[in-house]
């Protein structure tokens, strides 16, 4: 994944609909069209990043996931510590929500709704400063059934 910004490529926030980001997209690339561009390589570089942009931010499926990538990169600019990588397999079931050890003994919690909406997501420990990142495995999940749940 890139480091580049695809929201402000488009020059929109990351709460732009779909209808927003795809205006933006289009503004952008008729100004920046090789075909319409002949003075420098900047503008080239810019029309293929406009489109990459709007590529994965034009996709539920891989802006969730940029969203959840960019979201990492800023909770690494601020500092916080994510405790473990792990998936939605390694969790185990808890009062009809799933829970995972943190290191501080405290437990991090999961409700359903986050792994059913989510490729991945964060979860915060309520003792502790750590966090943990979740990937959940659609395939052995089983959410009408919390014991059935990474059997
Ligand atoms: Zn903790």
């Given at each position: 994944?890139?480091?580049?910004?695809?929201?402000?490529?488009?020059?929109?926030?990351?709460?732009?609909?779909?209808?927003?980001l795809k205006s933006a997209?289009?503004?952008?690339?008729?100004?920046?069209?090789?075909?319409?561009v002949h003075d420098s390589n900047k503008d080239a570089d810019d029309f293929h990043e406009i489109q990459e942009a709007w590529t994965i931010l034009s996709k539920p499926e891989s802006r969730k996931l940029y969203d959840a990538e960019r979201k990492q990169a800023k909770l690494e600019e601020e500092s916080i510590v994510v405790l473990a990588r792990i998936t939605s397999d390694e969790l185990y079931p808890k009062d009809e929500k799933f829970a995972y050890q943190c290191r501080c003994g405290s437990e991090y919690i999961i409700d359903n709704e986050d792994l059913k909406n989510n490729e991945q997501f964060y979860v915060a420990c309520d003792e502790c400063t750590f966090y943990i990142l979740v990937q959940v495995n659609k395939n052995s999940l089983n959410l009408s059934s919390s014991a059935s749940f990474g059997t």
């Open positions: 994944m890139s480091a580049k910004d695809f929201y402000e490529i488009l020059g929109c926030s990351e709460k732009a609909t779909y209808e927003d997209f289009h503004k952008l690339i008729l100004k920046s069209h090789p075909d319409k």
